[in-house]
Nanobody
Framework: QVSLVESGGGLVQAGDSLSLSCAAF????????VGWFRQAPGKEREFVAA?????????YYADSVKDRFTISRDNAKNTAYLQMSSLKPEDTAVYYC??????????????????WGQGTQVTVSL
């Protein structure tokens, strides 16, 4: 079983950049695709980005973050990343990373992912 710990959240101003990390503990990180989701106060958790176990071109982004966020992974470090730029107040949320078994096709659906990390708060002020 693999467990996940997110880090890198914080309070930033609109237009700033922030990088989140998702460290995986346990064996088999390369057997999983990685997804990032977020949940804003009073809203349902929503898809942000996902990347296959091998990375490359097998990457999905939500339209709301396309061209601003970049997902990546370093399998040697058992870590996934979400680089966020041109942040907006509407990006304020708790950000979660999650895994999906590599033998399944990449997905944008929350129900297709597990295990999950505990989340890291990102707050973007005006």
């Amino acid at each position: 079983q693999v467990s996940l710990v997110e880090s890198g959240g914080g309070l930033v101003q609109a237009g700033d950049s922030l990088s989140l990390s998702c460290a995986a503990f346990g064996r088999g990180f390369t057997s999983y695709g990685v997804g990032w989701f977020r949940q804003a106060p009073g809203k349902e958790r929503e898809f942000v980005a996902a990347e296959s176990w091998s990375g490359g071109d097998d990457i999905y982004y939500a339209d709301s973050v396309k061209d601003r966020f970049t997902i990546s992974r370093d399998n040697a470090k058992n870590t996934a990343y979400l680089q966020m730029s041109s942040l907006k107040p509407e990006d304020t949320a708790v950000y979660y990373c999650a895994l999906r078994r590599a033998y399944y096709s990449l997905s944008t659906k929350e129900m297709d992912f597990g295990p999950w990390g505990q989340g890291t708060q990102v707050t973007v002020s005006l």
